[in-house]
């Protein structure tokens, strides 16, 4: 639709009143929420254009999920909710995946839709675009509100953030109908009614007893483990996290978006012997983790059960405990205050776990890695996913800074394995529900919201779910650089129709596809990497540039395996093995 565009921007208000697009704004910049991610259109591509006249950066894209996913990215990175704006029906529903996951990974964002007059969707009269959004909004989110008045948006937002940020960091839905952007106020009182949240993620400070109990629990044991979750690298206690592990001596389990929390070559990384310790560990903290499906329920063999296993939680939402297993010390607040709170109770002599525990790890992690090493050397032609991480490995370690942004099936459990993490909140991925299309919205927002270098390790699958927003990269000359781990279809290339017609199967893609051609249709660097050699080459001088660039990374198409390591949950392998 292209009714509503006007050349510039008009506003409703004079110089004594103000109108509803600006006090959406102002109460937005009052709060220090300096940009949007979205997509105009009926009601608020006025609203876009005001935001940018008022300074605010506006990101569009080419599809709301993707704008969606920068802001839930722009959430977990910055701990201010992301603001993803879209218009009614259609594209609110493009963007409500994106708000759910951001939800479901406990991401701090705020979907801003437009929508249509109340009056004729309630009676369901048949409006352009009419849905009931806030209705379906309401079970996947945090918290929905609507607003209806221009006194209330101060409200509105206010409430939008607080709920966003405050406990378990979620996705929440804010309806403003089409009428509400032209009504005008008094502009003093406009401004006067908008609200700038004090303290919207309060500190939680945990129970001393709790404390307590959670010490007595780690000081017992024999083969104690410290897995840190995403919570814990939202959470931003870098320093008081490390000092707890090194203080403590105790050895730990970075889940996938904790790496680099603290080094992944720290000594106490138990990564390498990963298997290991989820067996064999008698006390294990979890810190900002669910023991959900990524952490095999907290049972079975996994975790060597029928052995007797003891869980201490850290976690700012009651309600995760006990979820799956029996937690015996829950630890309930923010994971700083727990943290410092576990670190004031050690005092200084804490004795470290026994030495044949960490000596057991550490002969493990030698070998697994000296393994890995002799994997990562060979060069095998075409490419594998091992001799073109091998590339990406080194250089994430000499450019520590990079954000990485990851997905895929095999590309994603491989480049989790083999590329190295430094430093905080630096590896961006699939998260908890493994959904593919977060790539080009997670790289935008890394990119806008730190200045740093981005770096999108993408399978072919996985790319094609947000691939068109290499133009939105182009167009804000991003210094993103995309590397499609090509294997011609989703896990590999090889399967056949077993049927004998001429359709493929249903996994595979065209062969030898050329996706850097992509990127060139809107300026960007566009490059076939065929040798280890070619993609080092090409991801260096991206980096160096910080021009947007596509690099299509021939892989052997039978290097995958199916499902990459999930493969036990596909039905036919879990009916086996049951
Ligand atoms: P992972 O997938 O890395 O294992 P999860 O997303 O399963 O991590 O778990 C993150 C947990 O962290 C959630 O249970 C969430 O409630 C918790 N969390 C998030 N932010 C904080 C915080 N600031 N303090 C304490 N817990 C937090
Ligand atoms: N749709 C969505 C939204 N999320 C999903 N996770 C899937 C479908 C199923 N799926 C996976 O779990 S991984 C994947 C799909 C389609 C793609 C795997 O292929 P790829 O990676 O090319 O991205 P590899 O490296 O070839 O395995």
């Given at each position: 639709?292209?009714?509503?565009?006007?050349?510039?921007?008009?506003?409703?208000?004079?110089?004594?009143?103000?109108?509803?697009?600006?006090?959406?704004?102002?109460?937005?910049?009052?709060?220090?929420?300096?940009?949007?991610?979205?997509?105009?259109?009926?009601?608020?591509?006025?609203?876009?254009?005001?935001?940018?006249?008022?300074?605010?950066?506006?990101?569009?894209?080419?599809?709301?999920?993707?704008?969606?996913?920068?802001?839930?990215?722009?959430?977990?990175?910055?701990?201010?909710?992301?603001?993803?704006?879209?218009?009614?029906?259609?594209?609110?529903?493009?963007?409500?995946?994106?708000?759910?996951?951001?939800?479901?990974?406990?991401?701090?964002?705020?979907?801003?839709?437009?929508?249509?007059?109340?009056?004729?969707?309630?009676?369901?009269?048949?409006?352009?675009?009419?849905?009931?959004?806030?209705?379906?909004?309401?079970?996947?989110?945090?918290?929905?509100?609507?607003?209806?008045?221009?006194?209330?948006?101060?409200?509105?937002?206010?409430?939008?953030?607080?709920?966003?940020?405050?406990?378990?960091?979620?996705?929440?839905?804010?309806?403003?109908?089409?009428?509400?952007?032209?009504?005008?106020?008094?502009?003093?009182?406009?401004?006067?009614?908008?609200?700038?949240?004090?303290?919207?993620?309060?500190?939680?400070?945990?129970?001393?007893?709790?404390?307590?109990?959670?010490?007595?629990?780690?000081?017992?044991?024999?083969?104690?483990?410290?897995?840190?979750?995403?919570?814990?690298?939202?959470?931003?206690?870098?320093?008081?996290?490390?000092?707890?592990?090194?203080?403590?001596?105790?050895?730990?389990?970075?889940?996938?978006?904790?790496?680099?929390?603290?080094?992944?070559?720290?000594?106490?990384?138990?990564?390498?012997?990963?298997?290991?310790?989820?067996?064999?560990?008698?006390?294990?903290?979890?810190?900002?983790?669910?023991?959900?499906?990524?952490?095999?329920?907290?049972?079975?063999?996994?975790?060597?059960?029928?052995?007797?296993?003891?869980?201490?939680?850290?976690?700012?939402?009651?309600?995760?405990?006990?979820?799956?297993?029996?937690?015996?010390?829950?630890?309930?607040?923010?994971?700083?205050?727990?943290?410092?709170?576990?670190?004031?109770?050690?005092?200084?002599?804490?004795?470290?776990?026994?030495?044949?525990?960490?000596?057991?790890?550490?002969?493990?992690?030698?070998?697994?890695?000296?393994?890995?090493?002799?994997?990562?050397?060979?060069?095998?032609?075409?490419?594998?996913?091992?001799?073109?991480?091998?590339?990406?490995?080194?250089?994430?370690?000499?450019?520590?800074?990079?954000?990485?942004?990851?997905?895929?099936?095999?590309?994603?459990?491989?480049?989790?394995?083999?590329?190295?993490?430094?430093?905080p909140r630096k590896r961006l991925d699939v998260g908890t529900w493994g959904i593919m299309g977060?790539?080009?919205?997670?790289?935008?927002?890394?990119?806008?919201?730190?200045?740093?270098?981005?770096?999108?390790?993408?399978?072919?699958?996985?790319?094609?779910?947000?691939?068109?927003?290499?133009?939105?990269?182009?167009?804000?000359?991003?210094?993103?650089?995309?590397?499609?781990?090509?294997?011609?279809?989703?896990?590999?290339?090889?399967?056949?129709?077993?049927?004998?017609?001429?359709?493929?199967?249903?996994?595979?893609?065209?062969?030898?596809?050329?996706?850097?051609?992509?990127?060139?249709?809107?300026?960007?660097?566009?490059?076939?990497?065929?040798?280890?050699?070619?993609?080092?080459?090409?991801?260096?001088?991206?980096?160096?540039?910080?021009?947007?660039?596509?690099?299509?990374?021939?892989?052997?198409?039978?290097?995958?395996?199916?499902?990459?390591?999930?493969?036990?949950?596909?039905?036919?392998?879990?009916?086996?093995?049951?």
């Open positions: 639709m292209t009714n509503d565009a006007t050349a510039s921007a008009t506003t409703s208000a004079t110089a004594e009143t103000i109108d509803g697009f600006h006090l959406v704004i102002n109460a937005l910049k009052l709060n220090d929420i300096d940009t949007i991610f979205g997509l105009p259109g009926i009601p608020i591509t006025d609203l876009t254009r005001m935001a940018q006249a008022e300074g605010m950066r506006v990101i569009s894209f080419r599809h709301e999920q993707h704008a969606g996913n920068a802001a839930a990215a722009a959430g977990f990175l910055t701990q201010k909710p992301g603001i993803c704006l879209t218009v009614s029906a259609p594209g609110f529903l493009n963007g409500l995946t994106a708000l759910s996951n951001a939800t479901v990974n406990c991401f701090p964002m705020i979907l801003i839709s437009g929508s249509s007059e109340r009056e004729i969707v309630d009676l369901q009269q048949g409006d352009y675009e009419e849905m009931d959004q806030l209705a379906i909004a309401k079970p996947l989110c945090k918290a929905a509100f609507r607003v209806l008045h221009a006194q209330d948006i101060g409200v509105g937002i206010a409430r939008s953030i607080r709920a966003a940020l405050s406990g378990r960091p979620g996705g929440v839905y804010l309806d403003l109908p089409a009428k509400l952007f032209s009504q005008t106020m008094e502009r003093l009182e406009g401004l006067s009614s908008l609200i700038k949240v004090v303290d919207p993620a309060p500190r939680q400070i945990p129970a001393p007893d709790s404390v307590a109990r959670a010490l007595d629990l780690l000081k017992g044991a024999k083969r104690p483990l410290i897995i840190l979750g995403k919570g814990a690298a939202y959470a931003q206690a870098d320093a008081a996290i490390r000092n707890l592990v090194e203080k403590s001596g105790v050895p730990y389990l970075p889940m996938s978006m904790a790496k680099g929390l603290l080094p992944d070559t720290h000594a106490l990384s138990a990564s390498a012997a990963r298997s290991y310790v989820l067996a064999e560990a008698d006390v294990v903290m979890l810190v900002g983790a669910r023991l959900n499906w990524l952490l095999s329920h907290g049972k079975g063999k996994t975790w060597g059960t029928p052995k007797q296993k003891q869980f201490i939680q850290i976690d700012i939402e009651p309600k995760e405990i006990d979820s799956n297993v029996a937690i015996a010390a829950p630890l309930i607040g923010d994971i700083g205050s727990c943290v410092e709170a576990l670190l004031g109770g050690m005092g200084s002599n804490w004795a470290h776990p026994p030495a044949d525990w960490t000596k057991a790890i550490f002969e493990r992690k030698e070998k697994n890695l000296a393994k890995m090493s002799a994997t990562l050397a060979l060069n095998p032609v075409p490419m594998n996913f091992h001799s073109a991480l091998a590339v990406v490995r080194t250089i994430v370690t000499d450019r520590p800074d990079i954000i990485l942004v990851n997905e895929g099936a095999n590309t994603l459990d491989f480049t989790r394995s083999i590329v190295d993490m430094h430093q977060i790539g080009m919205g997670f790289a935008v927002a890394a990119a806008v919201t730190t200045n740093k270098p981005v770096l999108a390790i993408e399978g072919d699958s996985a790319f094609g779910f947000s691939g068109m927003e290499v133009e939105t990269i182009c167009r804000y000359n991003l210094p993103i650089c995309v590397v499609v781990f090509n294997n011609n279809g989703v896990y590999g290339g090889m399967d056949v129709n077993k049927s004998g017609g001429t359709d493929v199967a249903p996994t595979v893609f065209v062969k030898g596809a050329r996706y850097d051609k992509l990127i060139e249709a809107f300026g960007g660097v566009g490059v076939n990497a065929t040798t280890p050699q070619e993609l080092s080459k090409a991801i260096v001088e991206a980096l160096n540039s910080g021009r947007p660039t596509l690099i299509n990374a021939v892989i052997d198409e039978s290097a995958g395996t199916e499902s990459g390591r999930i493969t036990q949950l596909n039905p036919q392998t879990a009916a086996k093995k049951s």
